[in-house]
């Protein structure tokens, strides 16, 4: 059963750029016909796309985000990354990674979650 | 402000069917047959309930059913049970990218 797992750091300064990797596991990140995806969610708040990439290399950021985000694969160590540059406080917010199934376009399987707080 | 509508809080008895609406627009609801829905319990990661507009993934009760009419989507729970009780959120394609509704709290009384 496929499996995600974000990681990286849970405080970031601000101006800095926020780094999380997603590790895929219980299959290879290239098979099938999937996206994979950075979503992400203030506290107490709803849910924000951030962006996706197929493992072909094909691209899709937000518009708001897209100047501040790299979205990038590692299909070699079956990781996805995401970079957030200039954060600020704004930024802070659970990030999730998922699995978009591409004949659908739906999120179908999720990690669990990372908190990330911006902060001197 | 999301880009998609939703009614900020539901409610139902245990039983009962509740109805939660999604309005978008005719660039992503309205054009795309890619809505899903997702329930989120208070401190978990989403969990897709419906996509594809009516499409419900394995495991997931047939009390959840999903339609589309125009730029409005919605989502019906039929039946409500207490586990029902959870925060519910619409999504959808919108032509390289996607959007997100704000959320609606569905309380089951």
């Known amino acids: 059963q496929v499996q995600l797992q974000e990681s990286g750091p849970g405080l970031v300064k601000p101006s800095q750029t926020l780094s999380l990797t997603c590790t895929v596991s219980?299959?290879?990140?290239?098979?099938?016909?999937?996206?994979w995806s950075w979503i992400r969610q203030p506290a107490g708040e709803g849910l924000e796309w951030i962006g996706r990439?197929?493992?072909?290399?094909?691209?899709n950021y937000k518009p708001s985000l897209e100047s501040r985000v790299t979205i990038s694969v590692d299909t070699s160590k079956n990781q996805f990354s995401l970079r957030l540059s200039s954060v600020t406080a704004a930024d802070t917010a659970v990030y999730y990674c998922?699995?978009?199934?591409?004949?659908?376009?739906?999120?179908?399987?999720w990690g669990q979650g990372t908190m990330v707080t911006v902060s001197s | 402000q999301s880009a998609l509508t939703q009614p900020p809080s539901a409610s139902g008895s245990p039983g009962q069917s509740v109805t939660i609406s999604c309005t978008g627009t005719?660039?992503?609801?309205?054009?795309?047959?890619?809505v899903s829905w997702y329930q989120q319990q208070p401190g978990k990661a989403p969990k897709l309930m419906i996509s594809?507009?009516?499409r419900r993934p394995s495991g997931v009760p047939d009390r959840f059913s999903g339609s589309k009419s125009g730029n409005t989507a919605s989502l019906t729970v039929s039946g409500l049970q207490t586990e029902d009780e959870a925060t519910y959120y619409c999504?959808?394609?919108?032509?390289?990218?996607?959007?997100f509704g704000g959320g609606t709290k569905l309380s089951v009384l």
């Open positions: 998922a699995r978009v199934q591409a004949d659908v376009d739906a999120f179908d399987i």
């Open positions: 219980g299959d290879s990140i290239s098979s099938g016909s999937y996206y």
């Open positions: 990439i197929y493992t072909s290399g094909s691209l």
């Open positions: 005719s660039s992503d609801v309205g054009a795309y047959s890619y």
């Open positions: 594809a507009v009516s």
């Open positions: 999504c959808s394609y919108a032509g390289s990218k996607v959007v």
